[in-house]
């Protein structure tokens, strides 16, 4: 007696976590449908990620259904109570075919995304350049003029000052190269001006140079935009591969139990149809 209410008892809990999963899951698509965008690439990107990231629970959740209606099987081989069985087997075949679905779709989507995030990196350093290009051209201009080229000339004069004067005071040079709030390039100069005192004037004369503050800024702006052209490309080729074959891995789950779970089914129908005329 008590192995038997056991047996319905764990038979029960089996059938309903599983009904729960799959329905979860359910649930879980129908809200991330909303706001439908159908022809916003990225509104399928995320779409796709969220379903595949969710996929394995009503495959969890059809594995316990079933395990529910093993251990609930009476002696003619009919389960108790209603049998959802054919619902599960559909909707698992449905589910395959969505995943499946998803593998080209989501490897597309992704390559697109890539292509478009790429040429807006391009669009957006060609501007920086173009913008730092107009601003060299604005301080050439103003060096012309005497009185810039005198302000200059002072300023310069108190940067090599100000330099020279940690490079002699030893605890002020320690200082600066332990100080978080000195710019890395200047503790690099302080470095080599230390062992070659010509160092502070090149340095010096390359940031009062615009064409040689220009060009270094150029670097910068091209090594930005290679790395972030790197990173969208690693990104989308990540995304790709593990939305993509985990999509592709659930389609063929999804099948199997769907179409060999309906295909069984039929041949039990059949079975007990051509018994049944025997009689």
Do not use: C
Request: hydrophobic share 45%; charged share 20%; aromatic share 6%.
């Amino acid at each position: 007696m008590n192995n038997n209410f056991a047996a319905v008892t764990a038979a029960r809990t089996l059938k309903v976590v599983g009904i729960i999963l799959i329905l979860s899951f359910v649930l879980d698509f129908v809200i991330l449908l909303f706001p439908f965008q159908p022809t916003n690439r990225l509104w399928q990107i995320d779409l796709a990620t969220a379903l595949v990231d969710r996929g394995i629970v009503p495959l969890i959740g059809f594995a316990m259904l079933f395990a529910g209606y093993w251990a609930d099987t009476t002696e003619d081989g009919r389960p108790s109570g209603i049998d959802l069985r054919f619902p599960a087997l559909v909707l698992a075949s449905l589910l395959g075919l969505m995943f499946l679905l998803i593998f080209p779709l989501h490897l597309n989507n992704v390559r697109q995304a890539s292509v478009q995030q790429v040429d807006q990196i391009n669009k957006q350093a060609d501007q920086a350049e173009n913008q730092l290009q107009n601003q060299l051209s604005q301080v050439q201009a103003q060096l012309n003029n005497e009185q810039v080229k005198t302000e200059l000339d002072k300023q310069k004069t108190q940067v090599k000052a100000q330099l020279t004067e940690i490079l002699k005071d030893e605890q002020k040079y320690k200082q600066a190269l332990e100080s978080p709030n000195v710019p890395p390039t200047i503790k690099e100069v302080l470095k080599k001006a230390k062992q070659n005192p010509q160092e502070l004037d090149k340095f010096i004369a390359q940031q009062s140079d615009p064409q040689q503050v220009a060009t270094q800024r150029l670097n910068q702006i091209r090594q930005s935009k290679e790395d972030a052209e790197k990173q969208a490309k690693e990104r989308a080729w990540k995304s790709g591969m593990r939305i993509g074959m985990s999509s592709l891995l659930l389609s063929i789950g999804y099948i199997i139990i769907g179409w060999t779970g309906l295909r069984g089914m039929g041949s039990a129908q059949g079975n007990g149809v051509r018994k049944a005329t025997a009689r």
